[in-house]
Nanobody, 122 residues
């Protein structure tokens, strides 16, 4: 299963961006979808996640500013980022886990997107 992320870019403080991540391949079902980020010199951290049932959770640092959503028909997860701050600058990665089809039947998968740069600067 492959993930294609898009939507990053340069934005001024207080601005907004919307990230998208589409999963493709031999997918039977998708469980959890989420976004992580990694700033220079820091460890990768979880930003937001959404379950197959629509339950969400967020890092404290983004609560009230970021919203995660998913379109199950398109196997796509979104991250709407508002009121962006310079400390949100990082490479953002999407992550998806679920079940896929293989030559020997169903198998679990755990995939990462290629990363998209978000820079918040004036």
């Amino acid at each position: 299963v492959q993930l294609q992320a898009s939507g990053g870019g340069l934005v001024q403080p207080g601005g907004s961006l919307r990230l998208s991540c589409a999963a493709s391949g031999t997918i039977f079902s998708i469980n959890n979808m989420g976004w992580f980020r990694q700033a220079p010199g820091k460890q990768r951290e979880s930003v937001a996640a959404i379950t197959s049932g629509g339950s969400t959770n967020y890092a404290d640092s983004v609560k009230g500013r970021f919203t995660i959503s998913r379109d199950n028909a398109r196997n796509t997860v979104y991250l709407q980022m508002n009121s962006l701050k310079p400390e949100d600058t990082a490479v953002y990665y999407c992550h998806v886990d679920g079940t896929g089809w293989g030559t020997n039947g169903l198998h679990p998968f755990d995939s990462w997107g290629q990363g998209t740069q978000v820079t918040v600067s004036s």
